[in-house]
Nanobody
Framework: QVQLVESGGGLVQPGGSLRLSCAASRSIFSINAMGWYRQAPGKERELVAS???????NYADSLNGRFTISRDNTKNTVYLQMNSLKPEDTAVYYC?????????????WGQGTQVTVSS
């Protein structure tokens, strides 16, 4: 398994910014993909952004360029920079790592960090 520790959530006003961090217990080059999901009250968990070891990225259509996923290979850490935050961004944000174990792709998850966008 990959252990994941998230940080950076909190309360922010609309239009503000936050940066989430996810530290992995192994080199991210040994992880097929990493990403961020979020789950708002009463809604399904949705993919926000993802990145592979090769650096390719993918984002949810609803973000309109406001979020950026990045990584620091020396720190085994991925980040989610969130700008121009809106109340609808309020959710628990989860970091995930996808690895191949015993011939099967599996996901490991962080504990989640709360992001609240409110006046």
């Amino acid at each position: 398994q990959v252990q994941l520790v998230e940080s950076g959530g909190g309360l922010v006003q609309p239009g503000g910014s936050l940066r989430l961090s996810c530290a992995a217990s192994r080199s991210i080059f040994s992880i097929n993909a990493m990403g961020w999901y979020r789950q708002a009250p009463g809604k399904e968990r949705e993919l926000v952004a993802s990145t592979t070891w090769s650096g390719s990225t993918n984002y949810a259509d609803s973000l309109n360029g406001r979020f950026t996923i990045s990584r620091d290979n020396t720190k085994n850490t991925v980040y989610l920079q969130m700008n121009s935050l809106k109340p609808e961004d309020t959710a628990v944000y989860y970091c995930t790592a996808r690895t191949l174990r015993s011939g099967t792709l599996k996901n490991d998850w962080g504990q989640g960090t709360q992001v609240t966008v409110s006046s």
